[in-house]
């Protein structure tokens, strides 16, 4: 039997960037930056189109992170740049951009369901599935 000490450890324990597949940490990362870039009043769309390879992409994911904005019912907790640890809505977003990765629209829901209602959840996917597809060579 585990003690109280480690039962509290393990659903404390917040994970590690790395752990993420390269997608869903590269987003993280990329939130991060974003913010960094709104508190000095700094353009992120030069970094965010050399992250991801094209200028599409980096615009779909700036609506990702306004609809974030948008439709997150608390202030997203964003651990600082140079932390190997998620935050728990870093996690989320990881979680919620391997979903849309996927268009596993069900593991999406099933993920958000709790916090958002449905109009801000179908935002968030459509934002989050725009940007997938405009990632991916080809599926734009």
């Known amino acids: 039997m585990q003690s109280s000490s480690d039962l509290v450890r393990k ?21 991060r930056y974003c913010i960094l870039c709104r508190k000095s009043e700094r353009d992120p769309m030069p970094e ?23 439709v997150w019912p608390d202030p997203f907790a964003v651990a600082p ?29 099933y993920l958000t369901a709790e916090m958002l209602g449905s109009d801000a959840r179908e935002m968030l996917y459509t934002a989050l599935e725009n940007f997938v597809r405009a990632r991916a060579p080809g599926r734009v």
């Open 48 to 70: 965010l189109e050399r992250r991801w390879g094209n200028i599409l992409a980096a615009r779909r994911y700036r609506l990702v992170v306004e609809a974030i904005g948008h």
């Open 81 to 109: 740049p140079c932390c190997p640890r998620l935050s728990f809505d870093e996690e989320l977003l990881g979680n919620i951009v391997i979903a849309a990765g996927a268009r596993n629209k069900v593991q999406f829901d």
């Open 11 to 31: 659903f404390t324990e917040q994970p590690l960037v790395c752990d993420l597949p390269v997608d869903a940490a590269q987003a993280v990362l990329a939130l």
